[in-house]
């Protein structure tokens, strides 16, 4: 019986078929991968829903495919005398083998697995944004412990942020299905938790990645007793494409790649099927800066051939130690070096009198206090420069990837830096213009918490226009803060000091507040800087100005 086998839910949107992993003629398994799809955001496999063999393909590389597009014609073995003329086999093995023959449609691959335990559910990761894979750093529970309903089950480091995963429901682990450093993603399988009276969720787990363990079960007999799959190709990557678009990659390693300007057709690649990594474009450019390093002309070349900071022996001057850097600590090291080194930074300096500010902020302390929140400076900027960010668009924009367009956006998100014991965070407050002084001191108090407590997600630390770093509680008089690229500016803050200041008649004791704009100078000139921070200590002077 011939099946049509369609585009499951990827999402809004549409995605290019950037791999075909059969052909006509291919015995496939169930959920065994098809095709790879790469969207603006992710790329993915999308797998088989039934066993069987490929009669005729609907696609090729290059399409365009969205949900419910035709894929291929598949005739499906036995049809529905299947299930039942495999059942004793199926209980040898795994159960869940069979049950996907009898699916309709990709989405629901999940069901059946729920099905088959039913006072045991499946814990899976949650949406942990657009970050893509996210590291294992911390497992808090074992095989046996008994948890509670939102208690932490493990801890999550990606590129931008560590999270703790809570338990959706109390119960006890039956098993895990990850361990300490595994790399997982949204809807990947953490543990089976048996839940006491009551059922299982019934939801499928996106991209059907539960059911990702039963089809490697079965890979390798099957691979034995076809080995005319397409996976049975040999694992050593073909030469590099001359051309860099077919080169297999997904968003984050074609962005990464653009980043240190590589072309990703001259990266050797080690992923499956030829797929070039984010560690294959790290390699690659370790390898360029040594033979730059090893050119005796290459300190003069610039690009990447930037002379990199000879090697020392500390230990020779005295006892040393060495403590390794955070997951966190490397990515945002890595990411200002990324920024410092393709902004041309300019920092302006200036100084706002927020005398009357201050005075405005005690007088309304019992109203934020009668509300539950501490009112601080942070809201107050946050205010006066997303007031200014509307008046002056430009710094509320970002340089198009071509280099000769700005991009200006309609919208007022707003970052600002959180110091945690892992390293530097910037949680982002959206629709900053939107919200009122004391919304504003709650969000960003219960985002610096969740920072701290590694209870931040990814997507609460995307979508920033612009970015504020306060070190005025600690102290200091002015700094030169790195601009978050793509953004075009950041604000940094000092400690405000009594200053004596002419008024035309006598010095007056003002309370200064220490101002350093940096900016991008492909985009914003040293007048607009001026004019900003002439502005902005305008309005921080006079916050009733924001009225008019």
Not at 77 to 89: S, T
Not at 100 to 112: D, G, M, N, Q, S
Not at 370 to 377: D, E, F, H, I, Y
């Amino acid at each position: 019986m011939s099946e049509l086998i369609r585009v499951p839910d990827i999402g809004s949107g549409e995605g290019e078929v950037i791999e075909l992993m059969v052909k006509v003629g291919d015995r496939i398994e169930a959920d065994q991968s098809l095709l790879t799809l790469e969207s603006d955001k992710a790329s993915m496999e999308i797998p088989a829903p039934k066993a069987g063999v490929v009669k005729s393909l609907k696609v090729k590389l290059g399409d365009r495919l969205k949900e419910g597009d035709e894929l291929l014609e598949l005739e499906v073995d036995g049809a529905e005398a299947a299930p039942a003329a495999a059942e004793p086999a199926a209980k040898a093995e795994a159960a869940p083998a069979a049950e996907p023959a009898k699916a309709t449609e990709p989405a629901p691959v999940a069901a059946p697995a729920a099905a088959a335990t039913s006072s045991v559910q499946d814990i899976h990761v949650p949406d942990i944004g657009s970050s893509g894979k996210a590291k294992i750093i911390e497992l808090l529970v074992k095989v046996g412990d008994t948890v509670e309903a939102d208690q932490s089950l493990l801890v999550l480091e990606s590129d931008k942020a560590s999270m703790e995963i809570p338990s959706p429901a109390a119960g006890v682990v039956e098993s895990l299905s990850v361990k300490l450093d595994d790399e997982v993603g949204t809807g990947d399988l953490i543990l089976k938790l048996k839940v006491a009276g009551s059922a299982p969720a019934a939801a499928p787990a996106p991209a059907a990645a539960p059911a990702a363990p039963a089809a490697k079960a079965e890979a390798a007999p099957a691979a034995a007793a076809a080995p005319a799959k397409a996976e049975a190709a040999p694992a050593a990557p073909a030469a590099p494409a001359k051309d860099g678009a077919k080169t297999h990659a997904g968003p984050a390693v074609r962005q990464l790649a653009r980043e240190f300007g590589v072309e990703l057709s001259a990266v050797t690649a080690s992923g499956p099927h030829g797929r070039v990594l984010k560690e294959d474009v790290q390699v690659y450019v370790k390898a360029m800066m040594q033979k730059a390093k090893e050119a005796p002309a290459a300190g003069a070349t610039g690009g990447a051939g930037i002379p990199p900071v000879p090697e020392v022996d500390f230990s020779r001057f005295g006892e040393i130690e060495e403590v390794p850097m955070t997951r966190l600590m490397q990515v945002g090291a890595a990411n200002l070096h990324r920024s410092w080194l393709n902004v041309p930074h300019v920092t302006q300096f200036d100084s706002a009198d927020i005398t009357e500010l201050e005075a405005f902020r005690i007088a309304q302390k019992a109203v934020a206090e009668k509300a539950g929140v501490k009112l601080t400076v942070l809201p107050l900027l946050l205010k006066a420069c997303a007031y200014l960010l509307k008046e002056l668009p430009d710094f509320n924009s970002s340089l198009a990837p071509s280099g000769k367009a700005i991009i200006r956006k309609k919208y007022v998100n707003i970052g600002f830096a959180v110091d945690t014991p892992d390293g530097l965070l910037v949680p982002v407050i959206k629709d900053v213009d939107k919200k009122s002084l004391l919304q504003l001191a709650a969000e960003a108090a219960e985002l610096a918490e969740k920072a701290r407590t590694k209870k931040l997600s990814a997507d609460a630390m995307q979508g920033a226009c612009f970015t504020i770093s306060s070190l005025g509680h600690i102290g200091g008089t002015g700094f030169t803060p790195i601009v978050n690229a793509p953004e075009v500016a950041i604000l940094g803050v000092s400690k405000a000091t009594m200053q004596p200041v002419w008024d035309g008649k006598a010095f007056q004791p003002k309370l200064m507040l220490p101002l350093s704009l940096s900016y991008d100078h492909r985009v914003i000139n040293g007048a607009a800087a001026a004019r900003f921070t002439k502005r902005l200590s305008d309005v921080l002077g006079d916050i009733r100005t924001m009225l008019l």
